[in-house]
């Protein structure tokens, strides 16, 4: 089983070689990385070289981590059997690609999503409530699942609708993955195989209120244009607002 993994970046070249690092040192060895470069002012090319193992798609400006993504998508899809998409800024752990395709032999799922660590205090940030077999939309409203996951997907569900959308500044990857749960269910699982940083010009750490609100918007635009009923997202959105006092 070959893993392909998309790596976005964006004038990071010190963090994107930590990163790149942790997958080079992984204990298995079949994979594919795909950088693609958004435009850096420094070129990763130009302290980072292709082989075998490494693609570098130079993109000539700045074009957005979901556009630069959807590059690396349409890249790997033909190429390798699963594709784990990780930001700049973080780490793979070492056994990572030998623990999911454990998972994948066993339980011969499509989709899996891990737990993932805080890299400098080594807290595990996932909050996951339920394991094994899951809908989706549990997890975008973080109703049992809370905080990142490191996700696994199989290629051969990659069609055109499964891809990153630039529409939405906020909840594009619920975009993807929502997309993605039309096609199979995650499997969820316990083990930690990444490790996330969160750094001060993160988007994550760019939230104000309205942005906040807009998220339930967001959120009722995706299920009616997936089918789901109105009132599953009202149900769903006063299930959050209960639970989320007990989830921060």
Same mark, same amino acid.
């Given at each position: 089983m070959k893993i392909g993994i998309i790596l976005a970046t964006y004038n990071r070249d010190k963090?994107?070689?930590?990163?790149?690092?942790?997958i080079e040192n992984q204990t298995y060895k079949n994979?594919?990385?795909c950088v693609v470069d958004d435009g850096s002012k420094i070129p990763v090319k130009s302290f980072l070289k292709e082989n075998?193992?490494?693609k570098i798609i130079t993109l000539p400006q700045n074009r957005g981590n979901n556009f630069a993504r959807n590059e690396a998508l349409n890249y790997l899809k033909n190429k390798v059997d699963f594709i784990t998409i990780i930001d700049d800024d973080d780490e793979f752990?070492?056994?990572a690609f030998e623990e999911f395709v454990k998972d994948y032999k066993q339980f011969k799922k499509d989709w899996f999503v891990y737990k993932v660590e805080d890299?400098? %205090? $080594?807290?595990?940030? /996932?909050r996951f409530k339920a394991y094994g077999e899951w809908d989706y939309l549990w997890y975008m409203w973080r109703i049992k699942f809370f905080k990142d996951g490191q996700h696994f997907f199989n290629t051969k569900l990659i069609d055109e609708n499964i891809k990153f959308t630039n529409e939405f500044k906020n909840g594009q990857e619920w975009?993807?993955?929502?997309?993605?749960?039309?096609? %199979? $269910?995650?499997?969820? /699982?316990?083990k930690v195989l990444a490790k996330k940083e969160y750094l001060s010009s993160g988007l994550s750490n760019n939230k104000n209120e309205k942005e906040y609100k807009q998220k339930f918007y967001f959120k009722k635009y995706v299920m009616k244009k997936l089918g789901y009923s109105l009132i599953k997202w009202q149900i769903l959105k006063g299930i959050y607002e209960i639970t989320k006092f007990f989830t921060k």
């Open positions: 963090l994107l070689l930590n990163t790149i690092r942790s994979y594919l990385i075998e193992k490494l752990k070492e056994n890299k400098n %205090t $080594k807290k595990v940030l /996932s975009y993807f993955w929502i997309h993605l749960n039309t096609k %199979t $269910k995650m499997f969820v /699982s316990d």
